[in-house]
């Protein structure tokens, strides 16, 4: 999760950015189109052009990860992380344990 809160829904999201597909051709440039629909949805131009590029990546117009292989990369990095704590905690215990046992066995 990010540490922004989404504003915006993703359905907004998606319409502001049909939008800009739709009314392309009525604005000299792209970025006059995408400062035009920004501002009519309250969001800045970037944000807009940021998911413009997002969308594109996802439908395969631009060359990117898309975003469900995104969101598949960062839990198994989560979840990697995760393990690798847990075996940090089991190795440490492990040790421990052993060293106990050590201690135990030797006193008279």
């Not at 009525?26 to 920004?38: L, N, V």
């Not at 940021?50 to 898309?66: F, M, N, T, Y």
């Not at 995104?70 to 704590?85: G, I, M, P, T």
Request: contains cysteine.
């Amino acid at each position: 999760m990010s540490k922004t809160t989404n504003k915006f829904s993703p359905e907004v999201r998606a319409r502001a950015v049909r939008m800009v597909l739709d009314h392309q051709g009525e604005h000299g440039s792209r970025w006059a189109t995408i400062a035009s629909i920004s501002a009519k949805i309250g969001c800045s131009a970037p944000t807009l052009n940021a998911w413009l590029k997002k969308s594109e990546i996802d439908s395969g117009k631009r060359v990117g990860v898309p975003t469900d292989l995104s969101d598949k990369l960062n839990a198994l990095e989560r979840e990697n992380r995760e393990l690798r704590q847990a075996n940090e905690i089991l190795r440490k215990a492990s040790a421990y344990f052993a060293q106990a046992e050590l201690d135990r066995r030797f006193k008279p």
